[in-house]
């Protein structure tokens, strides 16, 4: 069974600083992996998802991540944060062969000071 | 297109009561999974259908939670009777149910045991 590690369970950052949070998984075989957030009241939403191919992927709003093979992980990244951003973050992994249950995080809260 | 939708969203009970959820997945969706998320927690799967068929459910505790999907279309959770610890955020999530796919999440229910 997969399994999925965020590294920093919260994160604070003035606007316009860079983001960075980490995500590792482990599977022994080829992984989906995905970034979702939830903003205050909302429901999870898909932020970007990797299946092949690149391995750095852009989703909504300025996100992007890389996936690094050899490490095991799909670090989420932002050159410039925004108040609109406080939201909590979760990685997700599923395996690729077949059909395989979704895997999560315990996730990381991202708080934006303006 | 609507997304999934999960009613109620808040329920408080007493414990040693039953309690009962309900999700309408999206259209089409052949996936549907049943998540409990506590707070500050990612979410933890609970049961995962294949159409009708409830292919994990391992992390189900049977004695008191239950599920079904009649007809491969709408889902119902039970708990009885519900404990103290049951308290906690209920995420209907569905997806096409081909592989390589995101799930796409409802707005959960809420449910407080007191």
């Known amino acids: 069974a997969q399994s999925v590690s965020q590294h920093n369970h919260h994160v604070i950052l003035s606007e316009a600083a860079s983001l960075e949070l980490g995500c590792n998984y482990s599977?022994?075989?080829?992984?989906?992996l995905f970034w979702y957030v939830q903003y205050p009241g909302q429901h999870l939403q898909l932020l970007l998802k990797?299946?092949?191919?690149?391995?750095l992927v852009k989703g909504i709003k300025g996100f992007e991540a890389e996936f690094i093979k050899s490490k095991f992980s799909f670090n989420l990244r932002k050159p410039s944060v925004q108040w609109s951003d406080t939201a909590e973050y979760f990685c997700a992994v599923n395996a690729r062969s077949g059909y395989s249950t979704l895997t999560f995080g315990k996730g990381t809260m991202l708080l934006v000071s303006p | 297109e609507a997304g999934v939708v999960q009613s109620p969203r808040y329920k408080i009970i007493e414990k040693k009561q039953p309690v009962a959820f309900w999700c309408n997945p999206i259209s089409g969706h052949n996936t549907l999974y049943w998540y409990r998320q506590n707070l500050g927690q990612g979410p933890e799967l609970l049961i995962r259908y294949e159409n009708e068929e409830a292919v994990d459910d391992s992390q189900l505790p049977k004695d008191r939670f239950s599920a079904e999907r009649l007809k491969g279309v709408d889902s119902t959770l039970k708990i009885q009777p519900a404990e103290l610890g049951d308290s906690a955020v209920y995420l209907c999530a569905s997806a096409p149910g081909q592989m390589n796919t995101e799930a796409f999440f409802g707005q959960g229910t809420r449910l407080t045991v007191v």
């Open positions: 990797y299946f092949s191919g690149d391995p």
């Open positions: 599977y022994g075989g080829t992984v989906n």
